[in-house]
């Protein structure tokens, strides 16, 4: 089965960048497309964006639109999620997950990283 790997998460000052990565098992990832989620202390997990299995397809949800990016580079068999402009309210855990075709529903997802925190905070 999938498995995935997260890094790229730490304390950064609002307005800033950081770039989360997602490693998956080798001869795998290309086979499913990747999600993005978060979630916060007493919150549900939400989904914040996904690339397709191809890469062709990107979708984002709407406070993350135009400050993130996902892209996915599968001869490294990872996939990106850049993050610019940030805000506190972006503060969360953040875990990439896999599955046959895009979703934002966590429940949906088959295969989970443990998750990586990103702090935005002055």
């Known amino acids: 089965q999938l498995q995935l790997v997260e890094s790229g998460g730490g304390l950064v000052q609002p307005g800033g960048s950081l770039r989360l990565s997602c490693v998956g098992s080798?001869?795998?990832?290309?086979?499913?497309?990747i999600g993005w989620f978060r979630q916060v202390p007493g919150k549900e997990r939400e989904g914040v964006s996904c690339?397709?299995?191809?890469?062709?397809?990107?979708s984002y949800a709407e406070p993350v639109k135009g400050r993130f990016t996902i892209s996915r580079d599968d001869a490294k068999n990872t996939v990106y999620l850049q993050m610019s402009s940030l805000k506190p309210e972006d503060t969360a855990v953040y875990y990439c997950a896999g599955r046959q075709y895009c979703s934002g529903v966590a429940r949906d997802m088959d295969f989970w990283g443990k998750g990586t925190l990103v702090t935005v905070s002055a």
């Open positions: 690339i397709s299995a191809s890469g062709r397809s990107t």
């Open positions: 080798a001869s795998t990832l290309d086979r499913y497309a």
